[in-house]
């Protein structure tokens, strides 16, 4: 698990949700992504990994957090706020990242593990 420090105050950057929408539309395996569909909340910095920005859905207020490479995160929900210093781990899929986010807008709420579930069964990408 990586401690990462949040930005709140970073500039916004659509970039990588606008291209997660676009594998999404061209893997109709995973959900429909619309960027005008979240907002920007910030972004979380570690000197040893790449900036994780985080989105929150409109509908649901779950977070989606990806970085430029499209590669999502789970947030722990556990860390010092007022320091802004979060932890989060890598996960496998996007199927997994997903699914957080979209779980009570679907109706699937109860298929979905809780995300510290996630985050303790996890398997960091090295």
């Known amino acids: 698990m990586a ?3 949040l930005e709140v ?3 916004q950057s659509w970039g990588p949700l606008e ?3 676009r594998i999404c ?3 109709p395996c995973l959900p429909e992504v619309r960027a005008e569909d979240f907002m920007y909340m910030g972004m979380l910095t570690s000197p040893d990994r790449p900036a994780v920005h985080m989105y929150k ?3 649901t207020r779950r977070y989606l957090c990806i970085d430029a490479h499209g590669h999502a995160y789970a947030t722990s929900g556990v860390g010092r706020w007022r320091e802004r210093v979060i932890e989060a781990v890598p996960l496998n899929d996007l199927h997994t990242a997903l699914a957080l986010v979209f779980a009570e807008c679907r109706g699937a709420a109860t298929s979905v593990r809780a995300p510290t579930e996630i985050l303790t069964r996890a398997t960091p990408l090295v």
């Open 9 to 11: 105050d970073a500039i």
């Open 19 to 21: 291209r997660l929408a």
């Open 57 to 59: 859905h409109i509908g």
């Open 25 to 27: 539309m061209w893997r």
């Open 3 to 5: 401690h990462f420090r």
